[in-house]
């Protein structure tokens, strides 16, 4: 009496062709699920980064990448800033290694553009005030 039965392979029915892609499937989801994880994210940080140092001019408040805050006195060439860091203290930075930009600068163009635009709507926001004081005036009889 034999407590062991021999197993013997089984014949592969009806799976011939399909085997293959049922094999790759979960390879193409990993590859995806870490494009969209790892890979995307990484790329629209440095796009970003990118348009933050080419966006840096005299004034912006920085940090470098060794942690070292300071002001932009001047914006040399394509690659490298000048950084004041301390009163008198300037030091020369490589563009790309600027950590981030604390506080920038408005433009002198748009200054004026945005002074002209709150003046106006101060104005406006005068005017529609005297209208309505004036209506309600008119509802209570004309009394103040």
């Known amino acids: 009496m034999s407590f062991i039965s021999p197993a013997y392979a089984q014949a592969a029915g009806g ?3 399909g085997s293959g892609l049922e094999a790759m499937f979960p390879l193409v989801l990993i590859f995806v699920v870490f494009y969209f994880l790892l890979i995307r994210p990484q790329q629209k940080k440095a796009k970003e980064h990118k348009a933050m140092l080419e966006a840096v001019r005299r004034g912006d408040k920085v940090v470098t ?3 070292i805050i300071g002001t932009v006195t001047k914006v ?4 490298e800033i000048t950084v004041e860091i301390a009163d008198g203290v300037k030091v020369r930075v ?3 290694l600027l ?3 604390m506080s920038k600068t408005e433009p002198v163009n748009d ?3 945005s002074k ?3 003046k106006s709507d101060d104005a406006d926001d005068d005017g529609k005030e005297k209208g309505a004081a004036s209506k309600l005036k008119g509802l209570l009889g ?3």
């Open 99 to 101: 950590a981030a930009v």
């Open 15 to 17: 799976a011939g062709g």
């Open 142 to 144: 004309g009394k103040s």
């Open 76 to 79: 040399n060439d394509d690659s």
């Open 65 to 67: 990448g060794g942690g």
């Open 116 to 118: 002209k635009e709150d």
């Open 94 to 96: 490589q563009r790309g």
């Open 111 to 113: 200054d004026k553009k």
